[in-house]
């Protein structure tokens, strides 16, 4: 059990951190585009928020229905290889976007879209989906779905100063992207390799229905 709360951890923390570091690096990939005021920040929180939204929902039911470590594992590899590609992908998706329309508030909206929907909700899978995992155990759980959150907004308020801080002063936004999608691909595969799903306890209900 030891392995898997590590693991749970590992993953919380990690995703945590990239996903608010995305979202701080996302305004400098937009401002040469968009501009710099008040209408980027509110497509890129508005936008964020609505991908968090379907990865918690998709998270949730996902856990319900495929409580498997290795099934999420492998959508976060699928999202970090979409990570890699964005200092590639982000440059002609405004291009074409904000030639194509005047309005920077739908602009932005829609390549905020384009270029972070896909690995912003599977990230924010992670934490309703440890959450359904945890909860099967029952008693046997030592994560509450309060001790999941919690750890995950730890990770969160790393990732976010970290990146505002520190990395921004440091690195080319780019090269900081890349870095972030590096990190995600090898604590996905090492997850991956781990096989988490046979050391975690029979979940309460199929323990019971065995009796």
Not at 83 to 92: E, F, G, Q, R, T
Not at 114 to 142: C, D, E, K, N
Not at 200 to 209: E, F, G, K, L, N
Request: aromatic share 10%; glycine share 10%; charged share 10%.
């Amino acid at each position: 059990m030891t392995l898997v709360y590590a693991v749970f951890v590992l993953l919380l923390v990690t995703f945590g951190a990239v996903v608010m570091g995305l979202e701080i690096l996302s305004s400098n990939l937009m401002s040469p585009y968009f501009g710099g005021s008040i209408y980027i920040w509110g497509s890129i929180i508005s936008s964020f928020m609505v991908h968090f939204s379907i990865g918690y929902v998709l998270g949730g039911w996902l856990s319900r229905r495929l409580p498997r470590v290795w099934l999420l594992a492998l959508g976060l590899v699928v999202c970090s290889l979409w990570v890699l590609m964005i200092p590639a992908i982000y440059k002609p998706v405004c291009e074409w976007v904000s030639d194509g329309i005047v309005d920077v508030r739908v602009g932005s909206l829609i390549a905020m879209n384009v270029i972070f929907l896909v690995p912003v909700s599977i990230m924010a899978m992670v934490s309703p989906y440890i959450i359904g995992i945890t909860a099967s155990w029952q008693r046997q759980s030592g994560l509450t779905a309060g001790m999941v959150l919690f750890i995950s907004t730890v990770g969160s308020f790393a990732g976010t100063n970290i990146t505002a801080f520190y990395l921004i002063s440091l690195f080319p936004v780019s090269r900081i992207v890349t870095g972030l999608g590096i990190l995600c691909l090898v604590v996905s595969l090492a997850v991956l390799t781990m096989r988490v799903d046979g050391r975690m306890p029979v979940p309460s209900a199929c323990r019971d229905a065995g009796q």
